[in-house]
């Protein structure tokens, strides 16, 4: 299990006031996530791992993803549902997460 | 799906399970949330519940040792794995301080906020979240529950005993023989699973016994998912293998002369698989909470509770869809984390969130090394009051892919891991 001194990270290290969102906003956003990724975005296998992956990276991975820069198969459709401040808000919350 | 004697109940672990039943409650935890059905939906509550509040306390109730999941059981159909590959036992929750009564629940006094368990006790909650699945409706099939009990037709639509007694009789039929799938109206669990179902069999037939086939009488008018994709696989890899028949409601199961009885016309088959009509698993029923064509739940879809009673939430397949919201195992699992941030909230007297999202992925195989997706994303629509696909955010692969085969087992490892620990 998570310890708790890294939830209470998770919300500190969000910018306050980041586009409207707060830390549980990310949170929940995130934990959608995990049917591919894994829960608190550890990968039981076979897909990347997005637990303590820097924000700006997973934040440039999710534009290209909804830009169709990057190739991708379900990601390409997932990432065109999430607003900028949406993904703001993701990115941060895997970031403060320990690998 | 039986019940437990008493004596069996005692074997299985049953003593300490009985020391959590009372109608007294425990002290300590600030709240207690009782969760009905350990499945995709139920499990990932219970266990989303405790890793956002470990203040609360969970009970989980499910009548079944281990879980078997309806995903990649089509491919213990076409013999590509095996029971033990798509089970997962649910010991890994109490690491999270899920509390799991193996038992079943009989009753639910929404009033009174009780459950009644079979073997005895009763168990009070602040919050009841019921996950039963599907439970089947016979009533328009003549001569089912005979045919099925006599093992002369089977559904396979709820994973375990029923999918390994159909890939025996899979593997016993003569080359030269006929697999009858039938496939009800929609909505019913997992649109795309017939067509996906067909494909695996089509798949083994092509490899043990090439001059059998596959007849597949759809009482709907076409393909209800991923049409294009699996038209395209039938045609480049099973070709003749595979017949379509559109339009074609069964109405009932000859069990002596092994045919289905559709409303236009009779089958004859080798192998009768006929999936019946579906509702929300019985115990939604009892808890009063059907509200819809005595099918299905409707619920708020900001925090999952039922539109019929107040302080029951209700997850997964039992729930009325919202609009273009199919039943699978990915929205089971996201529409109980959607669950369990309101719970968390209501609970410690906060407003839920007001802009949940939920994802929906779905793989099929094609072929033992092939698959697509479907996937989409909902947002709450505030006007509607109900979860909207967002425009853009929803479609299918372009073609079948080794690449996407290899996703939807990764889909599965990690799915499993997140709903059961």
Not at chain 2, 61 to 86: H, Q, W
Not at chain 2, 216 to 245: C, H, M, Q
Not at chain 2, 350 to 358: G, Q, T, V, Y
Request: with cysteine; aromatic share 8%; proline share 5%.
């Amino acid at each position: 299990m998570r310890p708790a001194w890294l939830l209470t990270a998770a919300l500190l290290a969000l910018p306050i006031g980041a586009a409207g969102q707060d830390g549980a906003r990310g949170r929940h956003l995130a934990a959608a996530c995990a049917i591919c990724h894994g829960t608190e975005g550890r990968s039981a296998g076979g897909n990347k791992s997005l637990a303590g992956m820097p924000a700006a990276e997973l934040i440039r991975k999710l534009q290209e993803f909804r830009s169709g820069a990057k190739p991708a198969t379900a990601m390409l459709q997932i990432s065109k549902g999430y607003s900028d401040a949406e993904i703001d808000a993701i990115a941060a919350y895997f970031a403060a997460l320990g690998k | 799906m039986r019940a437990f004697s008493r004596r069996e109940f005692l074997r299985l672990g049953g003593a300490a399970a009985l020391s959590l039943a009372g109608c007294a409650r425990t002290t300590g935890g600030k709240a207690r949330v009782v969760v009905i059905g350990g499945g995709f939906a139920g499990a990932t509550a219970a266990k989303y519940i405790r890793l956002w509040d470990p203040g609360i306390e969970v009970l989980m109730v499910e009548r079944e040792a281990v879980f078997t999941s309806c995903p990649m059981s089509n491919l213990v159909l076409g013999g590509y794995k095996s029971m033990p590959d798509i089970q997962r036992g649910y010991q890994r929750l109490a690491d999270y301080g899920v509390q799991r009564i193996r038992d079943e629940a009989l009753a639910v006094d929404g009033a009174k906020k009780l459950v009644k368990l079979a073997c005895g006790g009763d168990l009070s909650y602040d919050r009841l979240i019921v996950a039963p699945g599907i439970d089947f409706d016979f009533s328009e099939l003549d001569g089912y529950q005979a045919a099925m009990a006599a093992g002369r037709v089977l559904h396979a639509w709820k994973a375990g005993p029923q999918t390994a007694a159909l890939r025996k009789q899979l593997e016993a039929m003569r080359d030269g023989g006929v697999y009858v799938l039938s496939v009800p109206f929609a909505p019913y669990r997992c649109l795309p699973a017939p067509y996906e179902r067909a494909s695996l069999v089509a798949a083994y037939f092509k490899q043990a016994k090439p001059r059998s086939k596959v007849l597949i009488v759809d009482a709907n008018p076409e393909i209800t998912s991923k049409g294009p994709l699996f038209l395209r696989a039938w045609s480049d890899l099973y070709p003749g293998l595979i017949e379509y028949r559109a339009n074609s409601k069964a109405i009932g199961v000859d069990a002596k002369n092994s045919v289905v009885n559709l409303e236009v016309e009779d089958v004859k088959g080798d192998v009768l698989n006929v999936i019946p009509p579906q509702r929300a698993g019985d115990i939604a029923a009892k808890a009063g909470v059907v509200t819809t064509n005595n099918r299905w739940c409707d619920i708020d879809w900001l925090t999952m509770e039922s539109k019929a009673v107040k302080n029951i939430h209700v997850l997964g397949d039992a729930t009325l869809a919202a609009p273009a919201m199919p039943k699978s195992g990915s929205l089971a699992n996201n529409q109980a984390k959607l669950c369990a941030a309101a719970v968390v909230e209501l609970i410690n007297g906060r407003p839920p969130d007001p802009r949940p999202k939920l994802i929906n992925a779905c793989y099929s195989f094609v072929s033992p090394g092939e698959a697509v997706h479907l996937a989409a994303v909902y947002g709450w629509d505030a006007g509607e009051r109900t979860m909207h696909p967002i425009k853009g955010a929803g479609g299918t692969s372009s073609e079948r892919s080794e690449l996407e085969a290899k996703n939807a087992l990764a889909w599965a490892q990690n799915i499993w891991a997140d709903s059961f620990g």
